[in-house]
């Protein structure tokens, strides 16, 4: 299932989270003390900035985080896997039909074995993403969600939202806060109160992450002159060992119009496909006898750096 526990899974993560913090120039979690401590637990981000926004909640949480995404991208199989793997299960909308809604039952129901095998879920309440300010109306999932799983596992359920506040959505590597707040408590209820319960509950998270996302970040300063020659050389060897990443990004970006997808694909081009293209080329060289073993070494670790050297750089 979805929530068993994964060595492979557990080793990507990690070089994950590790990267997703290199990504940010400034990275601060508040608020962790909300998060109730042996208790099921499900997150309810903001959602403003599609792959990113999941990445910042796996990197608050040291255990592994089941997600939902849209059902649409699981239509092909072997996608399908890749989202499996990475524990992330479909959960359909309106848009897909009433045939697709009547599948969700098989998703809560993976959400509430989830909860009661320890691990926490995530799904994001406002149902698709939106860089516009405020929070949009909640959608019913994360209720009937939490619901159910009170209802399966005998005892409260935990909603703990996170307003997730970026410096600028446009901007690659510049600022994040994840504020989290304090957790709406859902206990099991009677069938016929549960609608009103369900209300109750997508009001209190609406005013709640209207809290928690109500801060702006400042923009960073621009910086001096001295310090932006000194690092002209650094600049200039990152961005040669960055051309993969810039191909990369330069062929995705042509083809997608929502631009909030434009920092996810940078974050995986930069942190994720190029350190490999990079090692690829390095032991090829290696056994080539062009590079040594230690210039393999040097080039992978400057793989990983490069993005922070350039685009601090930049303003």
Not at 131 to 140: A, H, V
Not at 224 to 233: C, K, N, T
Not at 278 to 290: D, E, F, M
């Amino acid at each position: 299932m979805v929530y068993d526990n994964d060595r492979l899974y557990n080793f990507l993560v990690h070089y994950v989270r590790w990267t997703f913090r290199l990504m940010f120039r400034s990275l601060q979690v508040c608020g962790k003390e909300n998060i109730p401590e042996g208790s099921a637990v499900i997150y309810a981000p903001n959602h403003v900035n599609t792959l990113l926004d999941a990445l910042a909640v796996l990197s608050m949480e040291e255990r592994p985080v089941v997600f939902a995404a849209r059902a649409d991208i699981f239509r092909k199989k072997g996608q399908a896997k890749v989202l499996d793997f990475l524990k992330i299960i479909p959960i359909s909308r309106i848009r897909d039909g009433v045939e697709a809604l009547a599948e969700n039952d098989r998703t809560f129901q993976v959400a509430s074995d989830t909860l009661n095998a320890g691990l926490p879920f995530c799904i994001f309440p406002e149902g698709r993403h939106s860089q516009e300010p405020g929070i949009l109306p909640l959608r019913k999932g994360i209720a009937r969600i939490a619901l159910k799983a009170a209802g399966d596992m005998g005892k409260p359920v935990y909603i703990v939202p996170v307003g997730l506040v970026y410096e600028d959505l446009r901007i690659f590597r510049t600022s994040l806060k994840i504020n989290i707040g304090a957790a709406l408590q859902v206990s099991p209820v009677a069938e016929e109160d549960s609608a009103h319960e369900s209300r109750r509950i997508l009001l209190d998270l609406q005013d709640s992450l209207s809290a928690l996302t109500a801060e702006k970040l400042p923009h960073r300063k621009a910086q001096v002159l001295f310090l932006r020659i000194v690092r002209v050389p650094l600049t200039f060897a990152a961005a040669i060992v960055m051309l993969p990443a810039f191909a990369i990004i330069s062929l995705i970006l042509r083809h997608i119009k929502d631009r909030a997808f434009d920092n996810s694909i940078r974050y995986v081009a930069c942190y994720l496909i190029n350190p490999l293209i990079i090692l690829i080329l390095s032991l090829i060289l290696l056994a080539a006898g062009l590079l040594p073993w230690w210039g393999v070494v040097g080039l992978t670790m400057l793989s990983l750096i490069a993005p922070s050297l350039y685009y601090n750089s930049r303003k």
